[in-house]
């Protein structure tokens, strides 16, 4: 099959999530794509522009069998631009809902752009979101502010969008390393006493939580729990404060900080790491939560968002044992239980249940046979 991929936000966990399916696929795409900056504006213009690529294209002979897209376009203004492609199949994938994103100023927020994702839903031939909690979010807050819309509410076209929405995980680009080796160094390391190396990776802004780091990390100070500390992600112009305070403040247990180079490096600093630890308030995936388990690390994380989805396929108390309450001191306690019961750090068969779950050329085998059932 020949895939036309349209990327508006072409950077980080997007860019990611493309390359690893393009890279495992079977079909031909071919991808149109745009820099990840200026996000609002991409929202607003990038179908103009995509249209008019297509559109060339078409006419100079290109055909595709599906056209992927992501929210950060909407679709239904594309469709309306490019009606000779408009008998192909539209599968529109969502990283995110801007009905759910978090707003950090707590103001009011420009429903255009939730609008904008729900009018792309009903232009979709089908809708795909990286997770149940992602979907449900979007749903629910639908049906909430269709209450407030002062008439003619489109009710057939919202029970549309819940008929064409399914789940289909991201996957993770697993590197071929040597896990066994891996896994033994990492249990000789807790032998041996040596204090538990806690990894925290994610964007570094205010919905992946920070203050809630920084109070966990306190209180393992003040209860005397010894630990060694990786603090590495993406920085933007607008860095929370609490990671100068974190460097400052516990300078002597830092092992890793700030953004990693390249993948190699990332994936070295997880497999150095005893712990994952997650704080966000606000998670559409967990794809770093989910590259660390596969790496080996035992996950921290809190009871919110799609985390309990993450773990759900472990099972039973198994997946509790991963998940904390809410507060930055339940995560400490949890921290300092592991220090006291290191035997509790055991995490090689759940990383290998996610590597086999999870691996792209895992996922991108069900995706592609998604997309042929579409078409």
């Not at 099959?1 to 071919?30: C, E, R, Y």
């Not at 950060?72 to 990283?95: K, S």
């Not at 979709?124 to 807050?141: E, T, V, Y």
């Amino acid at each position: 099959m020949k895939i036309l991929a349209l990327q508006p936000f072409f950077g980080g966990s997007h860019q990611q999530f493309h390359q690893g399916w393009v890279n495992h696929s079977i079909h031909d795409w071919t991808t149109i794509a745009l820099p990840a900056r200026h996000w609002k504006w991409r929202m607003r213009h990038s179908a103009i522009y995509f249209a008019t690529e297509v559109s060339k294209r078409a006419r100079a002979g290109e055909h595709w069998d599906a056209i992927v897209c992501t929210d950060m376009m909407n679709a239904a203004e594309f469709r309306g631009l490019t009606p000779m492609v408009n008998e192909v199949p539209l599968i529109l994938y969502f990283h995110e809902n801007q009905f759910a994103y978090p707003d950090r100023f707590h103001q009011e927020r420009d429903q255009h752009f939730a609008f904008t994702n729900f009018v792309s839903s009903v232009a979709a031939d089908q809708i795909w979101f990286n997770s149940a909690f992602n979907r449900d979010s979007m749903l629910a807050a639908l049906s909430d502010q269709a209450k407030r819309w002062p008439d003619f509410v489109p009710h057939e076209a919202m029970d549309q969008v819940t008929s064409k929405s399914i789940v289909e995980h991201p996957g993770v680009e697993i590197p071929p390393l040597d896990w066994q080796s891996i896994e033994q160094v990492r249990r000789e390391r807790v032998i041996s006493g040596q204090p538990l190396h806690l990894i925290w990776a994610a964007r570094w802004e205010h919905d992946k939580n920070p203050a809630g780091l920084l109070a966990a990390l306190r209180k393992l100070s003040e209860s005397g729990v010894p630990f060694k500390l990786s603090v590495v992600g993406q920085q933007y112009r607008n860095v929370p404060a609490e990671f100068e305070t974190i460097q400052t403040e516990f300078a002597d247990s830092i092992e890793r900080w700030g953004y990693q180079p390249d993948r190699a490096t990332y994936w070295r600093a997880l497999c150095g790491a005893d712990v994952f630890v997650s704080t966000a308030t606000h998670e559409f995936f967990g794809l770093a939560a989910t590259e660390a388990i596969a790496a080996g690390v035992y996950p921290l994380l809190p009871d919110r968002l799609a985390y309990p989805e993450l773990l759900q396929p472990v099972g039973g108390s198994a997946s509790r044992s991963y998940l904390y309450g809410q507060t930055p001191n339940d995560l400490a306690s949890h921290i300092a239980l592991l220090h006291q019961h290191r035997d509790r750090l055991e995490s090689s068969a759940l990383a290998v249940a996610f590597r086999d779950r999870l691996s792209w050329s895992q996922r991108a085998k069900k995706m592609d046979e998604a997309l042929k059932m579409k078409c």
